[in-house]
């Protein structure tokens, strides 16, 4: 009979245990009958007493969650952090080794030893994923140890911020930060599931499916923001491209030197390139912080100064001071080709960390032929030296002959009564011509005659017409098509009818630079 009764007051004080969370004494005693089941001796008295520890009420911790981040990512890890402690209402203890706000690593103790306790005390765990190119390893670390077989179980999920997963825990479930559906399960189970966390029976909050659904696209919105830095992504520069860095110091020195252009010069270090801008120099690859001013002594005999240096140098100090810089329209003529490239500085970058300021060089090649107008070539009718048909038909060639001396010109176009274009007269043709009839002791002839001669009439026609919108390519590809083609008239539309708009010769096709001539 004294067994049930125990068992009662065990009953009792675990109940008192678990209301009052004490560390109190009880002690109950109690009187029997005189008498004992197993020897039949009758008891005088008996007592029980039975102890329950009793203490002041102190309520149970929060569960604890993990966020496990690459410090690079930690404006990503802020977010989740800031939107989990709002959306439950600080019923979450969050570890977050970046945040002020949250519990983090204590200084001066064994920063390992610190992270497995909390590992082990963790009830979830989130990985915050970005780029599979940055080195995992510490993170990867962390999830095993909160998700090995003897600890504590732990709700572990990625957090995919990037477009690819990580390559290990495949078998851990996956939320990808873009994805706003995958948002508002992860919330609904965060929050509503009483199994999410192992130490609850409850939901965390009681925050409905709408509230829920509101709350993750608050996420998505702030994660997406910080995401967007964050991304993986790949730059291509379509022209030869040098990296050239100036160090803080250098840059501070700057703004007070007499020759800022001679301190960027001495100063100027190579740290990239792309887009095969060494083979400009001949190079196949420079020293680490090679001068960029060493570029400029590999052989280019083609260049015949270093203007495209002292350019770069200019707009380096100029960037360098936050000034818009003026590109100069000088060039550089790459190693062994015909090409010529402008050099514009085109950023600057500054990297604190390192403690100076990167710009990006690019080469711009300006002199290909099929981006240059032929307008921006050709001689304009105002200032080109011709003659209308009707004018000089019946002239004399020596005189002719004078005239394109007296005006160094070696050819004579001539027009029709429209402006169109008739012929062109070389004056080596027209001195040939007359030597001969001096040699056969004839009159002078005229330009008429001359134009008259069925042995040269196809010279005399041998040009081409394009229209005003047409590149250097266009009128090089057009002359082709004529044999013997030396010479190119721009008109509006490129019809032989209209008026000429300009006059180039073959000379003037062949030139690689894409400066004005005129």
């Not at 680490?288 to 270093?306: E, F, K, M, Y």
């Not at 140098?313 to 080709?337: H, I, M, N």
């Not at 080109?384 to 060639?397: E, F, N, P, T």
Request: aromatic share 8%; proline share 6%; glycine share 4%.
């Amino acid at each position: 009979m004294i067994a049930p009764v125990v068992m009662f007051f065990h009953f009792i004080a675990e109940a008192l245990s678990e209301i009052l969370s004490s560390e109190a004494v009880i002690e109950c005693t109690m009187p029997w009958s005189n008498w004992s089941k197993q020897s039949g001796a009758p008891l005088s008295h008996c007592s029980v007493a039975y102890t329950v520890r009793m203490s002041p009420t102190t309520p149970a911790k929060p569960p604890l969650l993990f966020i496990s981040h690459k410090h690079s990512d930690w404006r990503i890890a802020r977010e989740l952090s800031q939107f989990l402690k709002k959306t439950t209402a600080n019923q979450l203890r969050i570890h977050l080794s970046s945040g002020s706000d949250d519990e983090a690593p204590e200084p001066g103790r064994i920063l390992s030893q610190q992270l497995r306790n909390k590992l082990w005390e963790s009830e979830a765990l989130i990985l915050v994923y970005t780029d599979s190119e940055k080195d995992w390893g510490y993170c990867l670390w962390e999830c095993g140890v909160a998700t090995l077989p003897e600890s504590p179980d732990t709700n572990a999920i990625v957090m995919q911020c990037g477009d690819e997963p990580p390559a290990v825990y495949e078998d851990l479930v996956r939320v990808k930060a873009t994805d706003l559906t995958a948002l508002k399960t992860f919330v609904k189970q965060l929050c509503r599931n009483p199994k999410f966390f192992r130490s609850r029976t409850e939901p965390l909050t009681r925050l409905s499916e709408k509230d829920c659904d509101e709350a993750a696209q608050e996420l998505h919105t702030k994660l997406n923001a910080v995401i967007r830095d964050h991304q993986r992504s790949e730059t291509w520069s379509p022209w030869p491209l040098l990296r050239v860095s100036l160090s803080d110091d250098v840059i501070t020195s700057l703004a007070a030197a007499t020759d800022k252009t001679g301190m960027v010069r001495a100063n100027a270090r190579v740290t990239g390139a792309q887009n095969g801008v060494l083979s400009l120099f001949g190079l196949g690859k420079v020293s680490p912080a090679t001068l960029l001013a060493d570029l400029a002594r590999v052989p280019a005999h083609q260049n015949g100064g270093q203007d495209w240096l002292d350019s770069a140098f200019e707009q380096l100090a100029d960037c360098a001071l936050y000034v818009a810089p003026v590109v100069k329209a000088v060039t550089l003529r790459a190693s062994g080709a015909e090409a010529e490239y402008t050099p514009v500085v085109t950023s600057m970058r500054r990297v604190f960390i390192d403690k100076i300021a990167e710009f990006e060089i690019c080469f711009y090649n300006l002199s290909d032929p099929r981006g240059i107008p032929v307008i921006l070539r050709m001689v304009p009718t105002q200032k080109l030296v011709y003659k209308s048909y009707a004018d000089i038909s019946h002239q004399k060639l020596s005189l002719l002959i004078d005239e394109l001396e007296e005006r160094s010109k070696s050819r004579l176009p001539v027009f029709g009564a429209l402006g169109e274009a008739k012929f062109v007269v070389h004056r080596a043709t027209m001195e040939q011509h007359l030597l001969k009839t001096l040699r056969a002791k004839v009159e002078e002839p005229t330009l008429e005659q001359l134009l008259g001669d069925a042995r040269l009439s196809s010279m005399f026609g041998a040009f081409c017409v394009v229209g005003r919108r047409a590149t250097i390519a266009d009128a090089r590809a057009r002359a082709a098509t004529i044999p013997g083609c030396q010479d190119v008239f721009v008109t509006e539309t490129g019809s032989p009818e209209e008026p000429v708009l300009g006059y180039l010769t073959n000379v003037d096709l062949a030139r690689p630079s894409g400066d004005r001539r005129f």
